[in-house]
């Protein structure tokens, strides 16, 4: 369930960033590896052993920069050893390379047309 929430949040950030800056509204993500809580518990932390685990203030770091720095929207974060990593950037620019040219060009003309806000009645609308 953990790993099918991440994906989910994900799905939100690809989808809520085109409509967003109609409101005026940015929205990035953070997704931290492993963070260090009394949250994660004991054993779960036992078992990382020496692999890079975020502290707190890291995560919060990011959580404020995405909030200040205008430039950011659409990002993901991911976290990994209190480390930054944008990944949106990367999906986007390799997906020929997964998907094919021909492929790519027609999802991402597809995602255009259906993430044009809609008002009333199905007509496009006059705020995008």
């Known amino acids: 369930m953990y790993a099918g929430t991440k994906h989910a949040v994900v799905g939100l950030l ?3 960033k085109t409509i967003t800056p109609v409101y005026n509204t940015r929205i990035n993500l953070i997704a931290p590896w492993m963070v ?7 054993a779960t932390m036992s078992r990382f052993g020496d692999l890079p685990i975020n502290s707190p203030e890291a995560c919060a770091e990011a959580v404020v920069m995405c909030a200040i720095n205008q430039d950011l929207h659409g990002c993901g974060f991911f976290i990994g050893g209190n480390r930054f990593f944008e990944l949106e950037k990367g999906y986007s620019e390799t997906m020929p390379q997964w998907l094919g040219q021909e492929m790519t060009d027609g999802f991402l003309e597809g995602w ?3 993430s044009q ?10 705020l995008h």
């Open 117 to 126: 806000p809609f008002g009333k009645d199905g007509e496009l609308s006059k």
């Open 112 to 114: 255009k047309r259906c």
């Open 14 to 16: 690809r989808s809520f």
């Open 36 to 42: 260090e809580t009394k949250f994660a518990g004991e």
